[in-house]
């Protein structure tokens, strides 16, 4: 089968900084929006720009993404000629090992791309909460003659060690490149989104290989920039890099303010809502006549009998007489029993808040075992974790997934704590 | 359950519905914000475990065809499972609408005969009720019964329902459709069990006779002259058979007597849900004592309501004892008390619709509307500022033109 083009997305990233809610799940499969999960974009985007197949690269614990992608119905990438492949680390005679870099997994599966002689291979990450339409990249690509095209988007200059730093002429023709450096002239930052026409691409990822190389901001890109034509594409939408818990929080944040620039509606995002576990399965919202709800997002199958203030719940979440939750994010069925009080904190799924336990309060001290991490104050609850009746956890704190706090052991958990 | 084949009764039309059921078949009415009535005998005869189910509808069915789609939704799907829309169809010989639920399942002996199951279970769609119907079926073959009629205890005796009087062995010893004076506080819930060749004769009968209603023809008959059980079923049931009975079951969701959740209620989500891309709710108002679902956005005031997706309520308005239908927009100001309003309508702002005039029963209809509910239809556009009183039947893509509109009024 031919194609034009085909899509590439890398899915397997750790995305550590996300501390506990990606202790159990890939950075991709992470909930946003209450009942999306963030590489809902990427796919979207795919399918909006009318690309038909799409190789998804696993590796870092990929079920829940595994289950969430399906055949790729929702997103309409099934049928006899459209498709999405889940592309997991896989032995071989030749070459079998774990994913060693971004480039490498797409290396490791060039067979795939070949299937399909496309022309260009659009490489994308399932990381980053935007709306693209990836025909004006491939435009541009086509426009310029270019070998490979980079998207990217300006960022602050105090954040550009986040990031590949790229300098263009007035072409847009990519001069400098360099991977997270400390300081920069420009503040042109990589998107991780690559247009690549397939031979280059092919020879050059084989080249890389010889020498080790394994990753396209380090390896690939400065290859290419030596003897092949590299443009960049600046992208000025919204766009997110939600790699931090703070970045995390507050882009959710953004899904409760018109200007926010986030418009998952209007940008046609579609997620698998068929999926055990979500809203397929469940009821509308029960609000009791004690309830007070304020400029929050509130899934399926919720009950709220409390009161929820600039708030995103994901679906199940029950919130009991008395309890109040303000600045939070809480995902599937975690239940906040009656007079406890969340504040700026993300509750992972099946958490079990006790009564009048207090979450998020006391002074803003930073997390002292993530320190860069976790100090603007929020606390983070992993999975199915319980807290006692009555106990207070401070601010920057992180609880880990299964943890049962018992009021006996924990009365008090100061600020920046891990437990 | 291989051995027993499910056919629900799903076509028919109820006048008492009013303009709710001008464009749909009562099974395909939304209820409880997001499934439809039909729903509940589906996940009941699914978690039965039966895997052939028959569907035997005739009006207007697209609602119906759309909303069972391939039968996935409760696990119709497979080798040896299937679910099957069963129209009246043309033929030789006999060939016609059908002319009652007998004739119904008469006309689709031969979908029948297909399966060689020894028993074939029939099941209005139009009762809400979890109910697990294996021990129906235990009861039915442990009796070795010819006929299982399935029975509820009723609060009032009212005269639109059969009753059975059911001796202590199980044996129905009496059966009257529609009585003056009824024999027994159990009432049929139009579930019947029969041994599948038992019913093919006595339907091959039937067809010879001029009327072919289960419940008034076939029971009533047979009960002297074979082996017919009364099995009782313990639990809620409830029925949407009037305007009054739809509001007040929808009502018992807010009341916490319908538990959807935990009876594992199965609805087709694609269509107007999924499908629709919808957001979670957003809710920034009083929202109390109320169902809310997706894609909702509420900044005014709901009390007492039910809210299917994609419903918008706008700052300054305030919706009462109310059911709206899916992607139905009140603006501003506007104020409801107990309306039901069907699918995108559109209220315009500073209306009031309903909350007075409920003593004024409708001029057309009498005790079919007499409560006080408000109905619009579907696609209801209400100009600005229109006043309209309580008891009032506005039919679907009705143009308003009239800035007050009278108590009991009727709309065409």
């Known amino acids: 089968m031919k194609k034009d083009v085909i899509a590439m997305l890398l899915a397997g990233g750790v995305g550590s900084r996300l501390n506990v809610l990606v202790r159990k799940r890939a950075k991709p499969a992470i909930p946003f929006g209450a009942i999306y999960r963030i590489i809902d974009f990427t796919m979207s985007n795919i399918a909006n720009s009318n690309i038909d197949v799409v190789g998804v690269l696993t590796q870092y614990k990929p079920l829940s993404l595994m289950e969430h992608i399906d055949g790729g119905q929702s997103w309409d990438l099934f049928g006899r000629t459209r498709l999405v492949e889940i592309l997991p680390p896989k032995t071989g005679e030749e070459i079998s090992d774990w994913y060693k870099g971004t480039s490498d997994a797409i290396f490791q599966n060039i067979g795939f791309v070949e299937d399909y002689s496309p022309e260009l291979v659009l490489v994308v990450s399932g990381d980053h909460i935007y709306a693209m339409n990836y025909h004006e990249v491939i435009a541009f690509h086509r426009d310029r003659k270019a070998d490979a095209t980079i998207c990217l988007i300006r960022v602050p200059h105090e954040d550009v060690h986040h990031f590949g730093i790229a300098e263009t002429d007035d072409q847009g023709r990519i001069t400098n490149w360099v991977e997270k450096p400390k300081i920069a002239r420009s503040n042109l930052a990589s998107m991780g989104i690559y247009v690549f026409n397939r031979n280059p691409l092919t020879k050059t990822l084989t080249e890389a290989a010889k020498k080790s190389g394994t990753d396209f901001a380090k390896d690939v890109i400065p290859r290419m920039l030596q003897k092949k034509r590299v443009y960049g594409f600046v992208y000025n939408g919204y766009w997110r890099d939600v790699g931090t818990i703070h970045s995390y929080w507050r882009t959710n944040m953004d899904m409760l303010r018109e200007d926010s620039g986030l418009r998952v509606k209007d940008w046609g995002i579609k997620t698998n809502q068929s999926t055990k576990g979500e809203v397929g399965d ?30 995103v719940l994901s679906p199940g979440v029950r919130v009991a007489r008395g309890a109040r939750v303000t600045d ?20 992972d799924k099946q958490v079990v808040i006790g009564d009048s336990a207090r979450i998020g309060i006391g002074d803003p001290a930073p997390n002292k075992t993530f320190p860069n991490h976790l100090s603007s104050g929020i606390t983070v609850i992993g999975k199915l974790a319980k807290i006692a009746p009555g106990i207070t956890i401070g601010k920057n704190c992180v609880i880990n997934p299964d943890v049962r706090l018992t009021s006996t052991k924990h009365k008090e958990i100061p600020s920046g704590s891990t437990i | 359950m291989s051995n027993v084949l499910g056919m629900v009764l799903a076509g028919g039309r109820v006048d008492e519905l009013l303009c709710l059921t001008e464009m749909r078949p009562k099974s395909a009415l939304p209820i409880f914000g997001t499934y439809r009535i039909i729903d509940f005998v589906l996940s009941n005869l699914m978690h039965a475990g039966i895997s052939n189910v028959g569907v035997l509808s005739q009006y207007r069915p697209y609602a119906l065809v759309r909303h069972i789609g391939t039968g996935e939704h409760w696990d119709f799907v497979g080798r040896s499972r299937g679910i099957r829309m069963l129209p009246p ?20 002996l031969s979908y029948i005969e297909h399966f060689d199951s020894a028993h074939l279970l029939i099941a209005s769609a139009d009762h809400v009720y979890r109910m697990d119907y ?73 067809a ?69 891309d919808r957001l979670p709710a957003y809710i920034d108002g009083g929202v109390t004592d109320s169902v809310i679902s997706e894609g909702c956005i509420v900044a005014g005031k709901v009390r007492n309501s039910l809210l299917s997706p994609g419903v918008i309520v706008a700052s300054g308005a305030e919706v009462y004892d109310s059911i709206i239908f899916h992607d139905t927009v009140v603006q501003k100001n506007s104020k409801l008390k107990k309306v039901i309003c069907d699918k995108d309508s559109v209220i315009g ?30 696609n209801t556009m209400v100009p600005d500022k229109t006043v309209i009183g309580a008891n009032t ?20």
């Open chain 2, 393 to 412: 039947t506005v039919y679907s893509s009705t143009k308003i033109t009239a800035t007050c509109i009278a108590p009991g009024s009727t709309l065409r």
């Open chain 1, 328 to 347: 939070s994010i809480v995902f599937h069925d975690s239940s906040i029993d009656t007079h406890a009080l969340i504040q700026y904190s993300i509750v």
């Open chain 2, 89 to 108: 169809y043309r033929g030789f010989k006999a060939s016609d609408w059908y002319k009652g639920t007998a004739d119904a399942v008469y006309q689709n």
């Open chain 1, 282 to 311: 469940r009821s509308s919202t029960y609000i009791s006549g004690k309830a007070r709800i304020k400029n929050s997002l509130i899934a399926r199958g919720c009950m709220i009998e409390g009161e929820v203030t600039n708030s």
């Open chain 2, 349 to 378: 702002s500073e209306c009031v619709i309903g909350g007075f005039g409920d003593e004024v029963p409708s001029a057309e209809f009498g005790d079919l509307l007499d409560s006080g509910i408000t109905l619009l239809g579907r």
């Open chain 2, 134 to 206: 294996r021990p129906f079926i235990q009861f039915h073959i442990e009796n070795n019964a010819d006929a299982s009629v399935c029975f509820v205890k009723t609060r009032k005796r009212s005269a639109r329902f059969g009753y059975g009087v059911i001796d202590r062995r199980g044996r129905l010893l009496d059966y009257q459709e529609k009585p003056t004076t009824p024999p027994s506080d159990w009432v049929s819930m139009t579930l019947y069990l029969f041994k599948t060749n038992f019913i093919t004769d006595i339907l091959q009968a039937n």
């Open chain 2, 208 to 276: 010879e006779e001029s009327s072919h209603e289960f419940g008034r023809d076939i029971i009533p008959k047979i009960i002297s002259t074979s082996r017919i059980y009364g099995y009782k079923h313990r639990g809620y049931w409830a029925y949407a058979r009037t305007v009054n009975s739809y509001y007040n079951t929808n009502m018992d969701m807010i009341r916490k007597k319908v538990e959807l959740q935990s009876w594992q209620i199965r609805t087709n989500l694609l269509e107007r849900c999924t499908r629709a």
